[in-house]
Structure formats: C-alpha cells, structure tokens
C-alpha cells in the first residue's frame, strides 16, 4: 500500500479569548488541551486549518 504523509501538530497557545470561528478549527484539529499532539493526514484541507489557526499551533 503507498505511504501516507502525515503531519504531527501540537497546540501551544491557549484557545480562550480567540474568536469561535479559530476555537471550532482547533477542535476540528482534534486538539483538546494545551500542548495536545495529533497526527493527521496531510491534506489541503488539514494545511488550511493549519494556516488558519497557525499562531496557536505548532506543526512538528
């Protein structure tokens, strides 16, 4: 089967006081808590979130 690529993000910014459009798009992430890690599929959709939210996250 062919290897998917995949991204390791981490949350290092807390989400309270963001607007609720960056909230909903870290919870879409997967990420809960503070420094909450998650391995997605690199896709153009994942990387748009990624961009969107980009000053509360960290791409490992």
């Not at 909230?23 to 890690?37: I, W």
């Not at 961009?51 to 960290?58: A, C, D, E, F, T």
């Amino acid at each position: 089967m062919s290897d998917k690529k995949t991204l390791t993000v981490k949350l290092v910014k807390s989400i309270a006081g963001t607007r609720q459009s960056h909230r909903d798009t870290v919870r879409g992430l997967g990420l809960r808590k503070l420094n909450s890690e998650r391995q997605l599929e690199d896709t153009p959709a994942v990387r748009g979130m990624i961009n969107k939210v980009s000053y509360l996250v960290k791409v490992l």
